[in-house]
Structures are given as structure tokens and as C-alpha cells.
């Protein structure tokens, strides 16, 4: 019975080995790579309210108005509610007006967000212009 058990044990082992290795050979298997939207380090700096390296890649030349992932400086700052940022954009020429795929501005994302000092900031800028 012993003998039996260790010999289908080894029969099994070496039958998933080997069907296994022939599948990792297999040119007709595909691998389906999922990939989601990548947003700029600036971008993502301003959103997580990395006010020193907002300050650095504007000093590096980095476009304030220059979209990612559909979506200006301006717009994320404004949907983060990250007001500090939100002036430096404003100050270094940011587009307010501009607009995303779905037709919304940084106010619009404000107010999606709830973001009252963002809002307040961006109508008192749009007013003096």
C-alpha cells in the first residue's frame, strides 16, 4: 500500500512538472497586461500636497497648464482642496478656465470635491481677470 501511494505521489509530481513547464513554453498563451492611466509626478506631487517638489519642478521648467491624465495642476489642486499649491499655480500662470474631457474646470472639481477654500480662491481669481 505504501509503495502504491509514494508511486502515484512521484507519478503526479512529475506529471504537473511537466505540464506546468510545456505551458510556460507555449508561444500561443497570452498574457493580458491591464495598464491604468498614468498621471505626471508633478501631478501626482500636487495632489498629495507636496508643496517642495510643486516648488522644484516649476523651478525645472514643467509646464503648470500641462494636462495628465485629462487633467491640468490647476484641476487637481482644486479637487484636493490644496489651496497653498492652488496659488502657486495661479501665480506661475495656471489656467483656470481651462477644461478636462468631461467638460469640468478646476472650479467644477472644487465643487464636485467640496473644496470651499479651493472654490473661494478660484472665483476670486476669476474675478480680477
Same mark, same amino acid.
Given at each position: 500500500?505504501?509503495? #502504491?501511494?509514494?508511486?502515484?505521489? *512521484? =507519478?503526479?509530481?512529475?506529471?504537473?512538472?511537466?505540464?506546468?513547464?510545456?505551458?510556460?513554453?507555449?508561444?500561443?498563451?497570452? %498574457?493580458?497586461?491591464?495598464?491604468?492611466? !498614468?498621471? !505626471?509626478?508633478? &501631478?501626482? !506631487?500636487?495632489?498629495?500636497?507636496?508643496?517642495? #517638489?510643486?516648488?522644484?519642478? %516649476? /523651478?525645472?521648467?514643467?509646464?503648470?497648464? /500641462?494636462?495628465?491624465?485629462?487633467?491640468?495642476?490647476?484641476?487637481?489642486? =482644486?479637487?484636493?482642496?490644496?489651496? /497653498?499649491? *492652488?496659488? *502657486?499655480?495661479?501665480?506661475?500662470?495656471?489656467?483656470? @478656465?481651462?477644461? &478636462?474631457?468631461?467638460?469640468? #474646470?478646476?472650479? @467644477?472639481?472644487? /465643487? $464636485? !470635491?467640496?473644496? @470651499?477654500? =479651493?472654490?473661494? $480662491? %478660484?472665483?476670486?481669481?476669476? @474675478?480680477?481677470?
Amino acid at each position: 500500500m505504501k509503495k #502504491t501511494t509514494v508511486i502515484l505521489a *512521484l =507519478a503526479l509530481g512529475v506529471s504537473f512538472g511537466y505540464t506546468h513547464a510545456n505551458n510556460d513554453l507555449n508561444p500561443s498563451s497570452t %498574457i493580458e497586461v491591464i495598464s491604468s492611466p !498614468s498621471i !505626471s509626478p508633478f &501631478c501626482t !506631487s500636487v495632489a498629495k500636497g507636496d508643496i517642495v #517638489t510643486v516648488k522644484k519642478l %516649476i /523651478e525645472l521648467g514643467v509646464d503648470v497648464n /500641462e494636462k495628465s491624465n485629462g487633467m491640468t495642476p490647476a484641476m487637481y489642486a =482644486a479637487r484636493y482642496n490644496r489651496v /497653498e499649491i *492652488l496659488e *502657486l499655480l495661479i501665480k506661475e500662470g495656471a489656467d483656470l @478656465k481651462s477644461k &478636462c474631457k468631461k467638460g469640468h #474646470t478646476a472650479l @467644477k472639481y472644487a /465643487e $464636485l !470635491s467640496n473644496a @470651499k477654500e =479651493a472654490q473661494a $480662491l %478660484i472665483k476670486s481669481t476669476l @474675478k480680477k481677470k
